[in-house]
């Protein structure tokens, strides 16, 4: 699996876009792009997964680059709630095994 | 729905212990994974199960067992508990293996 390199915290004016990067240089053609967070030590929530078109759904948008080594997740509108870790993970998407978080970014939105 | 759930929620054992973590879903998926979450770390698979009878090793196996008897349960067994396995358990599951995996609210455990 593609290695994947995040910031280790970013702060985010509540009400703003939160834009969180993630470098995944090594991305094999057949790997996607999954985000998730975690909320305050609670089981981590699925966000938004893509291949190599841009996706959005309500929670957020995904913009993979053309070349697909760099990816950010937006979230539009940013509230205190959305204080959590994000993780960017890359995998296969037919292999079960290749599921491992790395340590992710902690964004903190504040008033 | 329930979704995904543990027990217990909090666990101190002794070095040398065993114990099962429990796991549950109620939306019928054929994947369940367990994690460990060690402080200020990412979630690193322990094992992972594609059906009822099938289970599979992940990235961190050693020191840990799993079953899948059915397809709604599939509990994580400690055998000879050390204090490196103090972490945070959680057990999630999925539809298929590129749909999103659910998470349970964890197991925290701790081993002195």
Redesign the interface.
């Known amino acids: 699996d593609a290695k994947t390199t995040q910031p280790p915290s970013m702060d985010c004016a509540e009400g703003r876009a939160a834009n969180l990067p993630c470098n995944h240089s090594t991305i094999s053609g057949n790997e996607?792009v999954y985000w998730?967070r975690q909320i305050h030590?609670?089981?981590?929530?699925?966000i938004i997964?893509g291949l190599k078109n841009n996706e959005t759904n309500e929670m957020a948008s995904l913009i993979i680059t053309e070349d697909r080594k760099s990816s950010t997740l937006i979230l539009p509108h940013a509230t205190l709630r959305d204080t959590a870790v994000y993780?960017c993970i890359v995998r296969v998407?037919?292999?079960?095994?290749k599921?491992?978080?790395?340590?992710?970014t902690t964004l903190t939105v504040k008033p | 729905n329930a979704g995904v759930t543990q027990t217990p929620k909090f666990r101190i054992l002794k070095i040398g212990q065993s114990m099962t973590l429990q796991c549950t879903q109620d939306m019928n998926h054929n994947y369940m994974y367990w994690y460990r979450q060690d402080p200020g770390m990412g979630l690193k698979l322990i094992y992972y199960s594609v059906g009822a009878g099938i289970t599979d090793k992940g990235e961190v196996p050693n020191g840990y067992n799993v079953s899948r008897s059915t397809t709604e349960d599939f509990p994580l067994r400690l055998e000879l508990a050390a204090p490196s396995q103090t972490s945070v358990y959680f057990c999630a599951s999925s539809a298929g293996v590129g749909y999103e995996q659910y998470f349970g609210p964890g197991t925290r455990l701790t081993v002195t």
């Open positions: 996607y998730y030590s609670q089981g981590p929530q699925y997964h993780y998407a037919t292999n079960a095994g599921s491992t978080f790395g340590d992710g």
